[in-house]
T-cell receptor, first 112, second 113 residues
Framework: EAQVTQNPRYLITVTGKKLTVTCSQN?????MSWYRQDPGLGLRQIYY???????DKGDVPEGYKVSRKEKRNFPLILESPSPNQTSLYFC???????????FGAGSRLTVL | KNQVEQSPQSLIILEGKNCTLQ??????????LRWYKQDTGRGPVSLTI?????NTKSNRRYTATLDADTKQSSLHITASQLSDSASYIC????????????FGTGTRLKVLA
């Protein structure tokens, strides 16, 4: 089944403890991106990648890092999480030239 | 500033009734507009896409309209079902190639039996 898989789906952590949210897609999509969704706000883009080894900042990149060493994987790294990074995170992918995004199921992160 | 505004924020209707969700945008340069459905606890899933030249497009019980002059789109749901309960998100893409999407905050629809 064509899909975007995120892990973990739920995570509670403490301030300053590094964590990684993984994202993997099996559709051979070139483009991948990370979003956060907060109440009352639309999805906001954190980082995106147009292909392997090509990444760029979105609208809210502060406090996050990404890497794209393989086409299928695009992990989101929080080096030193803070409570304001408590949010629902979505990974998405698409083919270059296509418009529709395929989203993962989301990862709910709570930073205490 | 590129913005997408949706109304109402939330809506409750009875099963079998129709409803219309609104999306106003100030995005330039405009490429296309897409409606997504987001079930609770799931990622958004595309319902339909509207390009600059399209006025109306239907997908089963969903009909989307686009008025490029007034920069408004609507999503009409006919004969609502309990499974229509979800958030509906309007997403506008800037001119293709920039990989930029502007997301609305969504309309939360609740369909009651």
């Amino acid at each position: 089944e064509a899909q975007v898989t995120q892990n973990p789906r739920y995570l509670i952590t403490v301030t300053g403890k590094k964590l990684t949210v993984t994202c993997s897609q099996n559709m051979n999509h070139e483009y991948m991106s990370w979003y956060r969704q907060d109440p009352g706000l639309g999805l906001r883009q954190i980082y995106y990648s147009m292909n392997v080894e090509v990444t760029d900042k979105g609208d809210v990149p502060e406090g996050y890092k990404v890497s794209r060493k393989e086409k299928r994987n695009f992990p989101l790294i929080l080096e030193s999480p803070s409570p304001n990074q408590t949010s629902l995170y979505f990974c998405a992918s698409r083919l270059t030239g296509a418009n529709v995004l395929t989203f993962g199921a989301g990862s709910r992160l709570t930073v205490l | 500033k590129n913005q997408v505004e949706q109304s109402p924020q939330s809506l409750i209707i009875l099963e079998g009734k129709n409803c219309t969700l609104q999306c106003n945008y100030t995005v330039s340069p405009f490429s296309n507009l897409r409606w997504y459905k987001q079930d609770t606890g799931r990622g958004p899933v595309s319902l339909t896409i509207m390009t600059f030249s399209e006025n109306t497009k239907s997908n089963r019980r969903y009909t989307a309209t686009l008025d490029a002059d007034t920069k408004q789109s609507s999503l009409h749901i006919t004969a609502s079902q309990l499974s229509d309960s979800a958030s509906y998100i309007c997403v506008v893409s800037l001119t293709s190639g920039t990989y930029k999407y502007i997301f609305g905050t969504g309309t939360r629809l609740k369909v009651l039996a």
